[in-house]
């Protein structure tokens, strides 16, 4: 027996593609927003009772921003590279 193997073909498809490779990371401020929020609605809008949570939300909005992700190529890659992974097209007669 030899170690040569038929080489493996994938169904055909449209486009090789990963989907949502780029990912949001997380949101810091989201929560203190959202306790704003809860605030505001309990006690009517009013500003003397959530100073304290609101103080926290400026100190989280202007504080130092998270650096960028760099953006996942997968998908750049996958279409250079389809036309080695599906192999030649032929066409019908």
């Known amino acids: 027996m030899t170690g040569h193997q038929k080489p ?3 169904p055909p498809l449209r486009v090789l593609r990963v989907r949502n490779p780029n990912q949001e990371g997380p949101r810091p401020c989201l929560s203190v927003m959202s306790s704003v929020l809860a ?5 009517g809008y009013n500003t003397a009772g959530c100073a304290q949570v609101e103080t926290a939300l400026r100190n989280c909005m202007d ?15 996958l279409s250079r590279m389809y036309k ?5 097209k032929y066409k019908k007669k």
Do not use: T
């Open 8 to 10: 493996i073909r994938l």
């Open 39 to 43: 605030c505001w609605a309990s006690a």
């Open 63 to 77: 504080g130092p921003q998270p650096p960028k992700a760099k953006r996942n190529e997968i998908n750049y890659h």
């Open 84 to 88: 080695q992974v599906v192999g030649p």
